[in-house]
């Protein structure tokens, strides 16, 4: 993800999806506004300007094209809408983009979506035809679902092929999870409606910010534009904290539902909502009026429910047990401060057992899902702000109170936060030193550092890294094993090396209130202080493990607009040990180890079974063929629910899921789908698992070896004392 807020810089990774949930009573999104015309014209001027941009781009020739490319992409990237005669018709409209965007004239984007909704309608309506037939599944057609790298259809009867194949696969999908013609045919019927719904449903600011993100990402893949809306909602993400009544939402048919209660916030400390409970109505106050939200889309009814801490919102509901025609009950909540403890750090203790006379060790296991800070609270120097470095601290003192053999900092799918907390992180286990070197637009580079001598562990040290690790993540990683001062498992991290700033639009037209939205920008590259860059590379792990995703299907490398990879001088630093002389010998105990792991092994089946999925991109349309493959997949899910009971492993709580159920996310029971989701989280982990080991080992060996702990950690009474 990437952004952040004035003052602060961010090193962060992938922007989540825009929603495309609409209220029912949205305005035509058919011409730009008077704050959109003036917010494009702030954007480029920004974003071409150097001072602010670390690799700004002209708008000529090829500019125009790339946005224009990105921006049917963004309406139609599986280009099963548009036809190559539409993408014709639109050609004058790519000479306008520089103008469009320059000035502010933002028609013509209106113009092509209103194009593309009507685009939309066409598909659906042919698709809800499709449903009145029924198909035979027993030849050799196949859907080609990834359309990434496809031509645009030249025609209608090829977006009629397209469709009727697309549909197929959608009615066998829910045939072999056991639905019967007449509930398929209700399930799908419903689900395009509501697809064309969504997409007619989109406001004006929606169209505005797809488009205006057509040229920020064309700047660069971490470039962004945020409407104050979406503002908001980072700045949450960032601060893991929100007003509210602490629920999570979901949209179901035309309804909001609750699908989670957060611990400690108004909803579950009244004790009253519960999962599966419908909100119809929401009113502010003692008195105000409660407006009807059923058809809202879920992002006004947030708005709506929440409010300034101590402040009252009165909530219009239907408990879920009633179902959606029963009665309507109100209940009134005080709005307070809710931490989104879910996704702030967690600590746990792994026995690794002992083996050829070695003790058992334990290690201490901290998941870190993001860099998190909230930046309001820490400008205002609160006691209690959400900090990734603050709750990381406390997890390590208590890990040292209770004397653990190591450290395993789990950062896999981290995508990055806050520069200063990945900078304060690394601090946690070295002495003061540099962390990171950042070279602005202009080539001046500054290092950045700890410049506190304490440290909370200076016991062993791993890593665990995978591809979705990225920025901030890369960051930390990166010093850790510039300074030696601990090992780095897994796989290859993503490869960002760039760091954003968020740029408050409305600071320059001197407007009240929040109008104009932020940017978020690229403004800087980072290095590690051995002067390497992550950018493309990524962080390379001491110990490898098998690829989960390929370079070319996920990473930065996937851009075709990232920065290079380059580098610069290195800065002195610290070096606490040198692990290659202990990695050949870490690396034959994992090899050993995991020639007899079953959980291992079959994940590293699952993986190798996932990538040769993928790399057909297509399904066939044989009954008998996916049956046969359903049957397979869920054989061997028993199979190794047996083996794990003989064996005496953790049981998979899942296991006895179904492999497809074919329903999409809005579909499913949502206090079912929330407590699988919760289960999901208590399914072995051998990655996890197994970096405990290989620190294990690392520990054994440097103990009861001295002239090999002589070789790794020269600076023995420095922080990463591996073996006293």
């Known amino acids: 993800m990437k952004y952040k807020a004035p003052a602060f810089l961010l090193a962060l990774a992938l922007t989540a999806p825009l929603a495309l949930l609409a209220r029912a009573d949205a305005p035509l999104p058919s011409a730009a506004t008077a704050d959109q015309s003036t917010t494009s014209k702030l954007v480029y001027g920004l974003l071409s300007d150097s001072r602010y941009a670390y690799r700004p781009r002209p708008m000529d020739e090829a500019m125009q094209k790339d946005v224009f490319k990105r921006y049917l992409e963004t309406l139609d990237g599986g280009k099963q809408f548009f036809t190559q005669a539409d993408i014709d018709r639109f050609a004058p409209f790519q000479a306008q983009v520089g103008t469009a965007i320059r000035n502010g004239e933002l028609d013509p984007a209106f113009e092509v979506f209103a194009i593309y909704k009507q685009r939309v309608n066409d598909r659906i309506a042919f698709a809800r035809k499709l449903l009145n037939q029924d198909f035979a599944f027993d030849g050799d057609e196949k859907f080609e679902y990834d359309r990434k790298d496809a031509a645009w259809p030249a025609n209608s009867a090829e977006l009629d092929d397209l469709w009727r194949k697309s549909v197929m696969n959608d009615w066998l999908r829910l045939k072999l999870a056991g639905k019967q013609s007449a509930d398929i045919r209700k399930t799908l019927d419903k689900r395009y409606a509501n697809l064309a719904k969504s997409v007619g449903e989109l406001k004006s600011e929606d169209v505005f910010q797809f488009f205006l993100n057509a040229y920020t990402n064309a700047v660069d893949p971490h470039t962004d534009y945020f409407t104050p809306r979406t503002a908001e909602n980072f700045n949450q993400q960032m601060s893991l904290s929100l007003e509210g009544i602490g629920a999570q939402l979901q949209k179901q048919d035309d309804m909001v539902v609750i699908r989670e ?32 939200v059923i058809g809202w889309r879920i992002d006004d009814v947030v708005a709506k429910i929440r409010g300034k801490a101590d402040t009252l919102v009165r909530l219009e509901y239907i408990p879920a047990e009633a179902g959606v025609d029963g009665p309507h009950r109100t209940l009134t909540l005080t709005r307070q401060k809710v931490r989104l403890a879910e996704q702030a750090a967690k600590g746990e203790t792994m026995e690794i057992p002992g083996q050829n006379g070695e003790p058992a060790r334990r290690i201490g296991i901290i998941k870190l899902p993001g860099f998190y800070q909230d930046f309001e609270g820490r400008r205002r120097n609160a006691t209690d702000y959400a900090s990734a470095t603050r709750d990381v601290a406390k997890l390590l003192a208590g890990f040292k109170a209770d004397k653990l053999d190591g450290v395993v900092l789990d950062l896999r799918n981290n995508g990055g936060g806050s520069l200063d907390e990945a900078i304060e992180l690394t601090g946690l286990f070295i002495e003061q030193g540099p962390v990171v070197q950042v070279r602005e637009s202009g080539g001046r580079v500054t290092v950045n550092g ?61 407007s009240e209130g929040a109008r104009f939205g932020q940017v978020k920008l690229t403004i800087a590259q980072f290095f590690r202080v051995s002067g390497s860059s992550t950018q ?21 490398s996937t851009y075709d607009n990232a920065l290079p990879w380059t580098r610069i001088a290195s800065v002195p630093h610290t070096q606490y040990g040198n692990f290659a002389p202990l990695l050949p010998r870490l690396d034959a105990l994992h090899e050993s180890r995991i020639a007899s792991d079953k959980e291992f092994q079959w994940w590293e089946q699952d993986v190798r079974q996932f990538r040769e999925e993928a790399a057909k991109k297509y399904v066939v349309l044989n009954e008998a063929e996916r049956r046969a493959e359903r049957q397979k997949q869920d054989d061997q899910r028993k199979q190794r629910q047996e083996v794990r009971k003989q064996l005496g492993l953790p049981l998979d709580p899942l296991a006895d899921d179904s492999s497809d159920d074919g329903l999409a996310l809005s579909e499913r029971d949502i206090v079912k789908d929330a407590a699988r989701e919760k289960l999901a989280d208590k399914r072995p982990d051998p990655l996890l698992r197994e970096s405990a080991s290989i620190l294990a080992d690392a520990v054994n060996l440097l103990e009861h070896d001295r002239p090999l702990s002589a070789q790794v950690l020269p600076q023995s009474t420095a922080p990463g004392r591996w073996a006293d």
Do not use: M
């Open 536 to 556: 493309h590379k990524g962080v390379v792990p001491d110990i490898a493990f098998p690829a989960s995703v390929d370079a070319t299907e996920f990473g930065e």
């Open 450 to 510: 700890d410049r506190s001598q304490e440290v909370a562990w200076d016991g062993p040290l791993a890593v665990l890294i995978n591809r979705g690790s990225a920025s901030a993540s890369e960051i930390f990683a990166g010093a850790i094993q510039d300074y030696g001062r601990g090992l780095v498992i897994g796989e290859t991290s993503f490869g960002k090396g760039t760091v954003q700033n968020i740029v408050d639009l409305d600071r320059w037209p001197g």
């Open 261 to 292: 209660v957060i611990p400690g916030g108004p909803a579950a400390v009244n004790g009253v909502l519960k999962p599966g409970d419908r909100i119809v109505g929401v009113g502010q106050d003692k008195s105000g009026p409660v407006e009807d």
